[in-house]
């Protein structure tokens, strides 16, 4: 096998992985392609074949998943200009995207093409495996608070003017959540959070103001008191049931009453309907849209860099190493499946 040229293919929505070799994507326009030295896995990548089919029905077969990579730049597309051979970065793999849909940019594989506009260069302090938690989880959050059909709010912004407006982010430990709180702080907003009280001082050190237990019977109250006389700006639901909870909340709110799912089954649709005829306003989360609008540079590109840099910007929930190479990534999946909290599982590769 030369070095690089493998990735761990899925040879049908039900099928099984499986290393095989690869061709060696090249940089095209736009694109650079990276030494990939460490792999996020997320729930998208865990999903079961029937399941598969309805969330990513476009994906081309064989295919290679994943989209969260972290590395050095080995080659550079035409248009790309601030990128250089030998960086350092954390990119999103948009393979699964149905304006890509490409095994060559697939981020589960040794080398990979990624967007040069939803790539960052990342300080010498930050390690490829921290980095590596990074890029679909801050996408997503990034999608849920910025683009114009979410909750639409400003970018995020170094310095950032405070602003009275807060943000609620139910289920702020999560990978999701963790970027949003510091996103809409970016942002300028306070937030207030949920999470479990295991993780509340985790959560207040990305910036929460007040972190609720979402498992307390009187939540719903206690955030209505931590927002007091303020607006509220807008919603982040994560998980399951956060979406039940973000609707009582927001009915007793003053503020735009926009509310970003990141929970987009069948149910949620059809609540977001619902939901209109009493003047709120629920829209479901696609984590790739910053792909191909302009909140993907304005983040990866124009924020990210600097605030990683200073420091203001942190790389979290923490990474777990759960491996050392492409074949043990079906065993990370198996443990995602099984449940983390407050963690990102990550394979390494050398």
């Known amino acids: 096998m030369i070095d690089g040229d493998e990735a761990l293919w899925l ?15 090249t940089a095209g326009p736009g ?22 089919r309805i969330v990513t029905p476009w994906l081309r077969y ?12 080995v080659a550079v597309g035409d248009g790309v200009t601030r990128l250089r051979i030998g960086d350092r970065v954390l990119g999103y793999a948009a393979g699964q995207e149905r ?13 990979v093409a990624v967007l040069a506009r939803v790539c960052t260069a990342i300080p010498d302090e930050v390690t490829f495996e921290r980095a590596a938690v990074l890029p679909l989880a801050l996408s997503t959050a990034a999608a849920g608070l910025f683009e114009a059909d979410q909750l639409g ?18 289920g702020a430990s999560t990978s999701v959540g963790c970027n949003a709180v510091q996103l809409a702080r970016a942002s300028g907003f306070a937030v207030v959070a949920t999470a479990g009280r295991r993780n509340h001082e985790f959560v207040r050190s990305l910036g929460a103001e007040a972190v609720l237990d979402y ?18 700006a807008g919603t982040v639901a994560i998980g399951s049931g956060s979406l039940t909870h973000a609707l009582r909340i927001a009915r007793r709110l003053p503020g735009t009453k926009r509310i970003a799912s990141a929970y987009p089954d069948p149910i949620t649709r ?20 910053p792909v191909r609008s302009a909140v993907g540079p304005a983040v990866f590109r124009d924020y990210l860099p600097p605030a990683l840099e200073d420091g203001r910007f942190r790389a979290a929930p923490g990474p777990v190493v759960v491996g050392a190479s492409l074949g043990d990534i079906p065993e990370a999946l198996a443990r995602l499946r099984a449940g983390v909290s407050a963690s990102k ?3 390494t590769l050398e």
């Open 153 to 170: 709010l400003p970018m995020p912004a170094i310095p950032v003017a405070p602003r009275e407006d807060v943000v609620l982010v139910w």
């Open 215 to 232: 498992r307390d019977g009187d939540v719903d109250q206690r955030i209505v008191e931590a927002v007091g006389d303020r607006r509220l």
């Open 62 to 73: 064989p295919a290679v998943l994943g989209s969260d990579v972290a590395g050095e730049v």
């Open 270 to 289: 059809a609540r977001s309907l619902a939901a209109r005829a009493r003047g709120l306003r629920v829209s479901s989360i696609w984590g790739g849209t």
């Open 31 to 52: 694109l650079v392609v990276i030494r990939v030295r460490a792999i996020a896995v997320n729930p998208v990548d865990a999903i079961g074949g029937p399941l598969r």
């Open 99 to 111: 304006i890509r849909n490409s095994p060559a940019e697939g981020g589960f594989r040794r080398y």
């Open 345 to 347: 599982l990550v394979v």
């Open 11 to 25: 040879r049908s929505p039900g099928g099984r992985f499986e290393v095989r070799s690869a061709p060696r994507p």
